[in-house]
């Protein structure tokens, strides 16, 4: 759904959106401005400053830090008077055979992709659950399917998927939507780094493109779309979907 699209009342509404510096959380705060909403854009990075005026408040701030989530949601409802939308955006790749991945890629794996969505879940829900709001969470098609090399950074966005589809049930009788994107390989910087440091970089993105019937990564503003349309009042009936934005990999 264009954000025009969308009803006249979403210009009273609120988000908080993680891993909003750059690549798909960036374009996700864009889509959201142009659709009425005023955002708390949260990241770790100074980049996310950028962002600041027009019913934008950035949060310079690490998901990891157990504080976070709550000051976010504060801040969105001291500022706006409400939250309507939590987008759990930020995470981290890891693309590693399991035999050379240590333990501690293995926990902080989880700590950066999987715990602050739980903790931004838990303090967000209060605020949602009197909006009857909701929440959209970035996945990926690693959670959905198996992807090599991919077995850490995989288990992280299943469980996201899990989670996303929990909280659907727990929620959907008190009026909170939860759903999911599950992007395949997308267009950013946080996937030309990746790339980058693969033996083979071009070799490694042809198998990419070969994997994708479109013969192509998705864009950013593509899965932002996604999350929007997912946020919006006219998908009051969509709760505990996984929307894969993934140019085909998936229905191979």
Known sequence: MEPDAMEPHAMELSAVVTGAARGIGRDVVTRLRAAGYRVVAVDISPDVTSLAGDGVLPMVADVTSAATPTEAVALAVSSF???DLLVNNAARFLRRPILETSDDDFDSLFATNVRPVFR???AALPALVESRGCIVN???ISGLIGVPNQS??????GAIVQLTRQLAIEYAARGVRVNAVAPGAVDTEF???ARAADPDPGASLAVTLANHPIGRMSTPDEVARAIVFLAAPGSAGITGTILSVDGGYVAR
């Open 138 to 140: 970035t996945a990926s």
């Open 120 to 122: 931004f879940a838990r």
């Open 81 to 83: 008077g409400r939250l």
């Open 152 to 157: 850490v950074y995989a288990m992280t966005k």
């Open 191 to 193: 996937m030309a780094e």
